[in-house]
């Protein structure tokens, strides 16, 4: 069972460099999620998807881009890197939207520095 | 806005003892859904409890409870008979919003520690 999927595991970037996290679920969830997690601070969400097709920002979604690119892939793009935006980062799923029980299953994380 | 808050950074715990770590969130909304995950040292996040806005009773999950004070806006983790692998970082989690239950926020969280 693979669950959530993310790519890569580590990376690091000079500043200005543009870059993709990729995103992947096979549970046939609906919503998927990407956060990032800095100490002190929890995890801040950056956007959201409930569905394929429809993307939402979050609470810190300045810097940052997104692509729902079919039910099962969610990707984050860091189009100029600062910085700023060295931080591990989260996808999770959930199986549907509308319901509020639904927990989220988290991917192990990617640990980006920006140099 | 939603918002969450846990003021409490850093918490020591004897093993066998029981420990609340706190939470409370902020929303307008009537219907929502509140989390609790534990994230060890390995990075994983574990989802541990969850409490519904209309649920009468409290949540428990084996050695876990939630306190839940709709009026005060809290929902507390209870962990009873600590162990040493209860020591990780705890986070509460909101589902909820205006439109949807899609948005899911997060406190910033509670380092857990347990003495043995």
């Known amino acids: 069972n693979a669950g959530v999927t993310q790519t890569p595991k580590f990376q690091v970037l000079k500043t200005g460099q543009s870059m993709t996290l990729q995103c992947a679920q096979d549970m046939n969830h609906n919503s998927m999620y990407w956060y990032r997690q800095d100490p002190g601070m929890g995890l801040r969400l950056i956007y959201y998807?409930?569905?394929?097709?429809?993307?939402d920002k979050g609470e810190v979604p300045n810097g940052y881009n997104v692509s729902r690119l079919n039910k099962r892939e969610f990707s984050l793009r860091l189009e100029s890197a600062a910085p700023s935006q060295t931080s591990v980062y989260f996808c999770a799923s959930s199986p549907a939207s509308g319901f509020s029980n639904e927990k989220l299953f988290f991917g192990s994380g990617t640990q980006l520095s920006v140099l | 806005a939603q918002k969450i808050t846990q003021t409490q950074p850093g918490m020591f715990v004897q093993e066998k003892e029981a420990v609340t770590l706190d939470c409370t969130y902020d929303t307008s909304d009537q219907s929502y859904g509140l989390f609790w995950y534990k994230q060890p040292s390995s990075g994983e996040m574990i989802f541990l409890i969850y409490?519904?806005?209309?649920?009468?009773q409290n949540a428990t999950e084996g050695r876990y409870s939630l306190n839940f004070q709709k009026a005060r806006k809290s929902a507390n983790l209870v962990i009873s008979a600590s162990q040493l692998g209860d020591s990780a970082m705890y986070f509460c989690?909101?589902?909820?919003?205006?439109?949807?239950?899609?948005?899911?926020?997060f406190g910033p969280g509670t380092s857990l520690s347990v003495i043995p």
């Open positions: 998807s409930a569905s394929e097709g429809t993307t």
């Open positions: 409490q519904g806005s209309y649920d009468e």
């Open positions: 989690a909101m589902r909820g919003s205006r439109t949807s239950y899609d948005k899911v926020i």
